[in-house]
């Protein structure tokens, strides 16, 4: 990976003003939207995020873990999920900012962050 930051892809379920508060602070943040992925699987949402070098940020805990423990059984890398407990985004954005500035892509890549 070799990034200090963490570039995000926000699953379906998470709200896009979310993504404009993060690009507001130099952050890249992809909607699921915008990467023309509405209503795709989770399966696919992860390919997707890990094709293109983007920690996945979701609240969806219980398929995302699943996901995550098959990756790891697979031996297949991911560039990180994080789960968000679902609160108002400029709750979510004060705790992901203070991850996305201690923890670097590298430390974020192929583990589970909670929010």
């Given amino acids: 990976m070799s990034q200090l930051f963490a570039r995000l892809y926000l699953d379906e379920d ?18 699921t939207h915008e990467a023309g992925n509405t209503a795709a ?5 992860l390919e997707y995020a890990a094709g293109h070098g983007l920690a996945l940020l979701t609240h969806n805990r219980a398929d995302f873990e699943q ?5 790891f059984n697979q031996g297949l890398h991911h560039s990180g999920i994080i789960i968000a ?3 108002m985004p400029h709750d979510i954005l004060r705790r992901l900012l203070t991850l996305l500035n201690e923890t670097t892509a590298d430390e974020i890549a192929d583990n589970v962050w909670y929010l």
Avoid: I, K, M
Avoid at 22 to 29: D, M, N
């Fill in 14 to 31: 998470v709200s896009v003003l979310l993504a404009a508060l993060l690009r507001s602070r130099g952050f890249e943040a992809v909607t």
């Fill in 41 to 45: 699987p989770d399966e696919r949402q």
């Fill in 67 to 71: 996901l995550a423990t098959h990756y």
């Fill in 85 to 87: 407990v679902r609160r």
